[in-house]
T-cell receptor, first 117, second 116 residues
Framework: AQTVTQSQPEMSVQEAETVTLSCTYDTSESNYYLFWYKQPPSRQMILVIRQEAYKQQNATENRFSVNFQKAAKSFSLKISDSQLGDTAMYFCAFMKHGRSSGDKLTFGTGTRLAVRP | KAGVTQTPRYLIKTRGQQVTLSCSPISGHRSVSWYQQTPGQGLQFLFEYFSETQRNKGNFPGRFSGRQFSNSRSEMNVSTLELGDSALYLC???????????????FGQGTRLTVV
């Protein structure tokens, strides 16, 4: 079974600054996907960024980037130029690769991020 | 392209009753997964349906069941409701074909169930 750990329950950052959210995971799989989801107060889960384990290059999406360390089983999210709209709960999630595995997501416990004006 | 639609958005039920929640996935998506979100347990996987068949199942009692129709719409049923079933129930849809650039789950806005 897979486990995902987010050790930072809450974080705070000043607007326009950079913040990094941590995520570690445990799996015996060699091929999988990792995701960061954002859940604002509206409760709508929104995909922020995804990473395929077989790709060594770190994924980036505008102000969001990841530091994927496969050997260390670490997958941190960096938010640059933080904006007030980034205030939300952030979840790290794992999905096994392969049709027979299905599209089941295993989530971490989340990090509540507050962006201060 | 319409997103994932969950109905109803809010529901209040009494202990012992049963409830049915509905999820309409994005057009073309064949996989629908259900998650329970509570402050204490976080996000927990309930089950996944793909082409009308349950493909994955989480560790929930048999009171929790689901099904998927030929148009990929899914329903989740909880019988004999308990106070602890109060939660936000999220549905996610995906292509379900296992891997590749299109591996992504899109979530609905959830159904907030309160059991009193």
């Amino acid at each position: 079974a897979q486990t995902v750990t987010q050790s930072q329950p809450e974080m705070s950052v000043q607007e326009a600054e950079t913040v990094t959210l941590s995520c570690t995971y445990d799996t015996s799989e060699s091929n999988y996907y990792l995701f960061w989801y954002k859940q604002p107060p509206s409760r709508q889960m929104i995909l922020v960024i995804r990473q395929e384990a077989y790709k060594q290059q770190n994924a980036t999406e505008n102000r969001f980037s990841v530091n994927f360390q496969k050997a260390a089983k670490s997958f941190s999210l960096k938010i640059s130029d933080s904006q007030l709209g980034d205030t939300a709960m952030y979840f790290c999630a794992f999905m096994k690769h392969g049709r027979s595995s299905g599209d089941k997501l295993t989530f971490g416990t989340g990090t509540r991020l507050a962006v201060r004006p | 392209k319409a997103g994932v639609t969950q109905t109803p958005r809010y529901l209040i039920k009494t202990r012992g009753q049963q409830v049915t929640l509905s999820c309409s996935p994005i057009s073309g998506h064949r996989s629908v997964s259900w998650y329970q979100q509570t402050p204490g347990q976080g996000l927990q996987f309930l089950f996944e349906y793909f082409s009308e068949t349950q493909r994955n199942k989480g560790n929930f009692p048999g009171r929790f069941s689901g099904r998927q129709f030929s148009n990929s719409r899914s329903e989740m049923n909880v019988s004999t409701l308990e106070l602890g079933d109060s939660a936000l129930y999220l549905c996610a849809s995906s292509l379900g074909v296992g891997g590749g650039m299109n591996t992504e789950a899109f979530f609905g806005q959830g159904t907030r169930l309160t059991v009193v």
